[in-house]
T-cell receptor, first 112, second 123 residues
Framework: SQQGEEDPQALSIQEGENATMNCSYK?????LQWYRQNSGRGLVHLIL?????REKHSGRLRVTLDTSKKSSSLLITASRAADTASYFC????????????FGKGTTLSVSS | GAGVSQSPRYKVTKRGQDVALRCDPI?????LYWYRQALGQGPEFLTY????????KSGLPNDRFSAERPEGSISTLTIQRTEQRDSAMYRC?????????????????????FGSGTQLSVL
């Protein structure tokens, strides 16, 4: 089963533009995380936002969390070709158990 | 080691054979997760451990799948009588903090460190 659903499934932009990806989840959560995966390689943790936080920044990344709408967004500013990857949100449901469940991901393509 | 290590990197087997996939987590990490990922999909949860205790195995597809972590470090995911539908990338991840569910809900959930995975192909 998957707790999160990312939107859009695929996104193509030019270098320098901003990329926004959204994640919706089904049940109340403890925190929500975003991961990046390049070309089928390993997943790398990007950022974690807790349920009592509304916004968090890390370099060119900005994550927001709206628990009332059960949604989160990941903004990548001034994108680069190296940002081309799949991005996944992941969360633990307070109700379903303690496993980190991933969404299906958004595939981002940044062209120069 | 410096990161999560998985072996073998690739495994090709014939339908009906048993396979064992190994995961060596980052030294000192308490939690260990197994996921399966199909091409173009997100990681699908299989099972996880805190120390040597298997906390949740609800993601294991059927009783052909099992996992163990007898000494709280290295873990093995075993698939018996493999079928073609078992073909996928199997990923292991570890985390320094245990995931615990208390009276008020989940008490800890730090980030996961993933290995490079084992690509399993069942012919």
């Amino acid at each position: 089963s998957q707790q999160g659903e990312e939107d859009p499934q695929a996104l193509s932009i030019q270098e320098g533009e901003n990329a926004t990806m959204n994640c919706s989840y089904k049940t109340s959560i403890n925190n929500l995380q975003w991961y990046r995966q390049n070309s089928g390689r390993g997943l790398v943790h990007l950022i974690l936002i807790r349920s009592n936080e509304r916004e968090k920044h890390s370099g060119r990344l900005r994550v927001t969390l709206d628990t009332s709408k059960k949604s989160s967004s990941l903004l990548i500013t001034a994108s680069r070709a190296a940002d081309t990857a799949s991005y996944f949100c992941a969360s633990i449901s307070n109700q379903a158990g303690t496993a980190l469940i991933f969404g299906k991901g958004t595939t981002l393509s940044v062209s120069s | 080691g410096a990161g999560v290590s998985q072996s073998p990197r690739y495994k090709v087997t014939k339908r009906g054979q048993d396979v064992a996939l190994r995961c060596d987590p980052i030294s000192g990490h308490v939690s260990l997760y197994w996921y399966r990922q199909a091409l173009g999909q997100g990681p699908e949860f299989l099972t996880y451990f805190n120390y040597e205790a298997q906390q949740d195995k609800s993601g294991l597809p059927n009783d052909r799948f099992s996992a163990e972590r007898p000494e709280g470090s290295i873990s093995t995911l075993t698939i018996q009588r493999t079928e073609q539908r078992d073909s996928a990338m199997y990923r292991c991840a570890s985390s320094p903090a245990p995931v615990a569910r208390g009276r008020l809900g989940v008490s800890s959930n730090e980030k996961l460190f993933f290995g490079s995975g084992t690509q399993l192909s069942v012919l």
